[in-house]
Structure formats: structure tokens, C-alpha cells
């Protein structure tokens, strides 16, 4: 069964790693013969990349710390607020930009969760 799993992991991976890469050639593509790049591209781009970083790390570590989820999920509401920031009401990107600070935030409590600074690691018993 073990093996089982790890097989459908692999090929679920490499299935999401090959599309990612085709997804970058085709807004590569889109670029080039628009010839034009905006913020909103680059912003795609890096959300391909997060991904692409991310199913490494699942393949290193075979887990995935919450922290790249959630840069891909800041990244993504950054794209979509650039992309309708254009044609919103500004009072519209208020939610948009609350949900960034909180998945912002989230990102800082879990790194201070895991640090010294907040006293909360497990004391050794002598």
C-alpha cells in the first residue's frame, strides 16, 4: 500500500510539474508576442515558480510546511487584486487586502512559533 501511495504521489507530481512548465512556455509565449510584460505577468510567473518550488519540497521532504501555500495564496490575491484594481470600486479591495495581512500574519505567528523569540520550544528536563 505503501508503495501504492508513493507511485500516485510521483506521477501526481510530475503531472502538476509538467503542466506548471507548459503553463510558463504558453505566458512566455503570451509576452513575447504581445510584446509587452506587466506586473500582473510577473506575478504569474512567480506563482509558477512557488509551484514548481513547492513540489520540490514535497519530493525532498515528502511534507509541505504551511508556509508555501501560503505565499502562493499572497501571491495569487496580489495578481487578482492588480488585475481587478483597474475596473473595482476601491472600497472593493478592502477584503482582498484584509485577507492578505491575515495570511500575512499567519506566516508570522508559525515563524515565531518555530523560533526562539517567543519562549515557547519544549525545555529539556535534566
Given amino acids: 500500500m505503501k508503495n501504492i501511495t ?14 506548471t512548465v507548459i503553463a ?14 506587466t506586473l500582473a505577468d510577473l506575478l504569474l510567473m512567480f506563482l509558477y515558480l512557488e509551484v514548481m518550488a513547492m513540489v520540490r519540497v514535497f519530493w525532498d521532504q515528502q511534507s509541505i510546511s504551511i508556509t508555501l ?4 495564496a499572497i501571491t495569487a490575491l496580489s495578481r487578482f487584486i ?21 495570511i500575512a500574519s499567519a506566516i508570522v505567528i508559525l515563524r515565531l512559533r518555530h523560533s526562539n523569540k517567543l519562549g515557547l520550544k519544549s525545555k529539556k528536563k535534566s
Avoid at 24 to 37: A, D, L, S
Wanted: without cysteine.
Fill in 6 to 19: 508513493k507511485n500516485l504521489q510521483f506521477i501526481l507530481l510530475t503531472i502538476i510539474l509538467i503542466s
Fill in 24 to 37: 510558463v512556455g504558453i505566458e512566455i509565449k503570451k509576452m513575447f508576442f504581445n510584446q509587452t510584460v
Fill in 69 to 72: 501555500p501560503l505565499l502562493i
Fill in 82 to 102: 492588480i488585475l481587478q484594481g483597474k475596473e473595482m470600486d476601491p472600497s472593493g479591495l478592502v477584503y482582498e487586502a484584509v485577507a492578505i495581512v491575515l
